[in-house]
């Protein structure tokens, strides 16, 4: 029987912190007995969600991740909530290619738990998931911009040992931090692209321009996660294009984190991406947390003129070329 809601779709961009359902993280902390700041489920669904009538700051956003990583951090927890990503993103949204990201040393708390026990869990959420849904689903560890080299190097040689298991690239997510540059992680990049990893980073996003220059400079990524200011600069969107760099344009979290001023201010952005045809596909960032679906996400790119129908559908097409998962990519 065919899907309810149509047409296959693709989702590059989504952070297991953000994705599971409320009432499943419910679930989930209360069978491991974690003390909550609350004990009624709509202020602990009010923790760990965004709205777009009381937006948070980017900053305050960024803090909901502590609940929901803390929530996911055993292995038991980790299955669950890569299970109940998977097959939510099918059955709300018929999205059957999937890359779900996540840094597994945000969630062995600080080294209690073994890492390599919360990523097989992971990997065993994924294969469960796969065996009831028809999608194709990978994991792309993310680096944290606080974290220093040697933790991050430890997510690279994670994800490099785990590749053949479904791990299918890296990133690099995370608050600011005034230590981090992105130039300290090409010789770290190039290893895993020598590896065989997808690379993707986030840049662009509540920074300017300049990251997604030195980003591509340094890290010769296939992605970047946002990229939305990247439409500053001609000059580099050209570069873009020429280069082939995929964009993961996720449009609620940029209205809802306020990086973005308004959809007005989002078009503008976005018509300089169509202008100079650089790639790009459109993504839910989180889809819980921002309580939207990709479906949602797609929807509102049409009705706000972000791109025409034609031009979603060929958006579509590019997220499925520039996906890791598939064959001879990466
Ligand atoms: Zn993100």
Same mark, same amino acid.
């Given at each position: ?17 953000? +994705? ?10 209360? !069978? ?96 469960? +998931? ?56 090409? +010789? ?31 890290? #010769? ?8 200011? +990247? ?16 964009? #993961?344009?996720?449009?609620? !979290? ?26 790009? !596909? ?28 034609? #031009? ?19």
């Amino acid at each position: 029987m065919p899907h309810p809601l149509g047409d296959e779709l693709t989702e590059l961009h989504v952070h297991l912190g953000g +994705a599971v359902d409320p009432a499943a993280m419910w679930g989930i902390a209360h !069978s491991q007995g974690i003390r909550l700041p609350t004990k009624d489920y709509w202020e602990f669904v009010e923790l760990i969600t965004v709205h777009p009538k009381r937006r948070k700051s980017f900053e305050d956003f960024l803090e909901l991740y502590h609940w929901t990583e803390l929530i996911q951090s055993s292995p038991i927890a980790v299955e669950q909530a890569v299970y109940e990503v998977i097959g939510g993103a099918y059955r709300k949204a018929n999205i059957t290619t999937l890359e779900l990201r996540y840094n597994p040393l945000k969630r062995n708390r600080g080294g209690e738990r073994d890492v390599d026990h919360i990523i097989m869990a992971s990997i065993r959420g994924l294969d469960r +998931a796969a065996l009831e849904y028809p999608v194709k689903v990978g994991l792309i560890f993310c680096l944290d911009r606080t974290f220093g080299r040697e933790l991050n190097e430890i997510v690279v040689d994670k994800a490099i040992q785990y590749r053949k298991r479904g791990v299918v690239g890296i990133d690099i997510a995370g608050p600011h931090d005034n230590e981090f540059r992105y130039s300290d992680y090409a +010789a770290l990049y190039k290893r895993a692209r020598k590896a065989g990893l997808g690379l993707t980073v986030h840049a662009g996003e509540d920074e300017d321009w300049h990251s997604v220059d030195e980003v591509v400079r340094h890290l #010769e990524p296939d992605r970047i996660g946002h990229g939305i200011h +990247a439409a500053q600069d001609a000059g580099l969107c050209k570069r873009l294009a020429e280069r082939g760099i995929h964009l #993961e344009i996720c449009p609620s !979290s940029n209205l809802d984190t306020k990086v973005v001023r308004d959809l007005d201010e989002l078009q503008e952005l976005i018509a300089v991406f169509r202008k100079h045809k650089v790639h790009f !596909s459109f993504n839910t960032d989180g889809p819980e947390m921002l309580q939207t679906t990709l479906r949602d996400e797609l929807k509102l790119a049409v009705r706000a003129n972000l791109v025409s129908r034609d #031009e979603l559908e060929q958006c579509g097409q590019w997220a499925l070329e520039a996906s890791f998962l598939q064959p001879g990519a990466a």
